[in-house]
C-alpha cells in the first residue's frame, strides 16, 4: 500500500468539499430520483435516505473536519531499545483495503470514503440500491477530487453489485480485504458474516436500553427518555427499552407519567405483562423476542424490574451492545450500572443519543463497532490505523 503524504491528502479533502459546495444541486436531484423509487416519504429508511441543502452542508463539515485532523499514519506508540541494543518501535500503518455495506444514508459515502483516505486505506463503498443515484454522484465527486490531486480513482470505489453478486465478492475479492464493515441490521451482519474471508467488524445494530432507579430524578428521566426515543428514530443510538424499579417512589404513577409522556408524542407504547397492567393503554408484547429488536420507529417497550442487578442482567442479556443508561441520583450506583453493563458506551443521567462520533469529540465515525476487536464505540480516524513494529539491529541474532 503506497503511503500518501499528509499535504497531499489534505489538498485531495480541499478538492472534495469545493467539489460536493459546487455540485450540490447535481447531488440533490440525483437523490430526488432516489427518493421517487423509493416512494415513501416518512419512517427511519426515508430519513437516512433524503439529502437537503443541510446534508450536503453536513457532509462538507464532515471532510473538514477529517482534514483538521491530525494524519494518524506512521505515529509512534512506543520505542525501546533492549539490553542487546535491539531498537524495537510500534508505529501506526493502514489497515489497507476496507469494505463498508450499508444501507440508505449517502452521507456514509462521503463520511466512510473521507476517513478511509485520510488513514491511508483504500475503501470499497457498498451502499443500498435504495441510495443508488444518490452515491453514483458522490463517488464521481470523489474520483474529481482524486484526479485533481493526480491521484488513482481506485482509492474509493463503489460497489454496484446485488446480493448474489456480493455473496461472490466477500468470497472471492479482487484483493485481500483487511477490513469488512457491516453497517445495518441483523441480517446484513448475519449474511456478512457467513461468507466473509477477511475480518468483520459489527456495527449499526442498537437495541438501547434506560434503567429508572428507585433513587431516580422522575422529571430528569422523563427528559431523557424523550430525547432518545424521539429525536431521531433512525438513528442506532435511538432507545428502545425502558426499565422501570417497581420499588421506586410512587410506582404507578410515574409509569402512567411517562407511559402519558409517550403517547402524547405518537409512540406506541409496548408492556410486559405486569406492567400493562397498570399501562392500560399499552400493547402487550408478543413475545420474548421483541425484548432482542431494534424498533427504528416511534415504538417502545416499558418494563418492570425488582431491582439494579435485575436491570443488569435484563440488559445484557438482551441488549444489542451499544448503548445503555441510568437515571439515579445515586453515583456509587451509577458506577455499579456502568461498570456492569456490557455495551460500547454506558450513560448516566444523559440521552443515548450521544453515541455519536461528533457527539463524543471523535468526528466523522465509519461506524458505531459493537465489538470488542479491535474498537467499541464510533470508529473514528484514530482507529482506522493498525500498528507495526519496526526493529532495528547491527546484525543481531538470536541465540
Not at 480541499?14 to 416518512?42: P, Y
Not at 451492545?321 to 456492569?340: D, L, P, R, V, Y
Not at 443521567?349 to 465515525?365: K, L, P
Request: hydrophobic letters at 40%; one cysteine or more.
Amino acid at each position: 500500500m503506497k503511503l500518501i503524504d499528509t499535504n497531499t491528502k489534505n489538498n485531495v479533502l480541499r478538492s472534495m468539499m469545493q467539489i460536493l459546495d459546487r455540485r450540490r444541486d447535481e447531488i440533490i436531484k440525483a437523490n430526488k430520483e432516489d427518493l421517487q423509487v423509493f416512494g415513501e416519504t416518512g419512517g427511519a429508511m426515508y430519513d437516512r435516505l433524503i439529502v437537503d441543502e443541510k446534508k450536503v452542508d453536513g457532509m462538507i463539515q464532515s471532510v473538514k473536519e477529517v482534514m483538521e485532523q491530525e494524519d494518524p499514519v506512521g505515529k509512534v506508540l512506543s520505542n525501546r531499545v533492549l539490553d542487546s541494543g535491539l531498537d524495537i518501535t510500534n508505529k501506526t500503518a493502514p489497515f489497507g483495503t476496507i469494505m463498508i455495506i450499508y444501507e440508505s444514508r449517502p452521507d456514509v459515502t462521503v463520511e466512510a470514503a473521507v476517513l478511509a483516505f485520510k488513514a491511508n486505506n483504500k475503501i470499497y463503498l457498498k451502499g443500498g440500491k435504495e441510495a443508488n443515484y444518490s452515491n453514483k454522484i458522490l463517488v464521481d465527486c470523489w474520483h474529481m477530487a482524486l484526479q485533481e490531486n493526480d491521484l488513482d480513482t481506485s482509492w474509493i470505489e463503489l460497489l454496484e453489485l446485488n446480493r448474489e453478486e456480493t455473496q461472490e465478492f466477500l468470497k472471492n475479492p479482487p484483493e485481500k480485504l483487511d477490513l469488512i464493515v457491516p453497517r445495518g441490521g441483523e441480517r446484513l451482519i448475519a449474511f456478512v458474516k457467513q461468507h466473509a474471508t477477511g475480518a468483520v467488524l459489527v456495527s449499526g445494530r442498537g437495541n438501547n436500553f434506560l434503567y429508572v432507579s428507585k433513587n431516580a430524578d422522575v422529571e430528569t428521566a422523563k427528559r431523557v427518555i424523550l430525547n432518545a426515543k424521539t429525536d431521531k428514530i433512525s438513528g442506532c443510538n435511538a432507545l428502545d427499552k425502558v426499565l422501570v424499579d417497581k420499588n421506586l417512589p410512587d410506582y404507578e404513577v410515574h409509569l402512567k407519567e411517562i407511559g402519558k409522556l409517550m403517547k402524547e408524542n405518537q409512540v406506541e407504547v409496548l408492556a410486559d405483562e405486569e406492567t400493562s397492567r397498570v399501562l392500560e393503554d399499552a400493547t402487550k408484547i408478543p413475545g420474548e423476542d421483541t425484548w432482542y429488536e431494534e424498533f427504528l420507529a416511534m415504538k417502545i417497550v416499558i418494563g418492570g424490574v425488582g431491582n439494579l442487578e435485575e436491570a443488569i442482567e435484563r440488559i445484557n442479556h438482551y441488549s444489542g451492545g451499544h448503548s445503555a443508561a441510568i437515571i439515579t441520583t445515586e453515583k456509587e450506583e451509577a458506577k455499579n450500572f456502568m461498570e456492569q453493563v456490557d455495551s460500547a458506551a454506558v450513560y448516566h443521567n444523559a440521552s443515548t443519543r450521544f453515541t455519536d462520533g461528533g457527539q463524543m469529540g471523535v468526528g466523522a465515525e465509519l461506524a458505531i463497532s459493537t465489538d470488542k476487536l479491535h474498537h467499541r464505540g464510533p470508529l473514528g480516524l484514530k482507529q482506522l490505523v493498525t500498528n507495526k513494529y519496526y526493529v532495528f539491529g547491527k546484525g543481531h541474532i538470536r541465540e
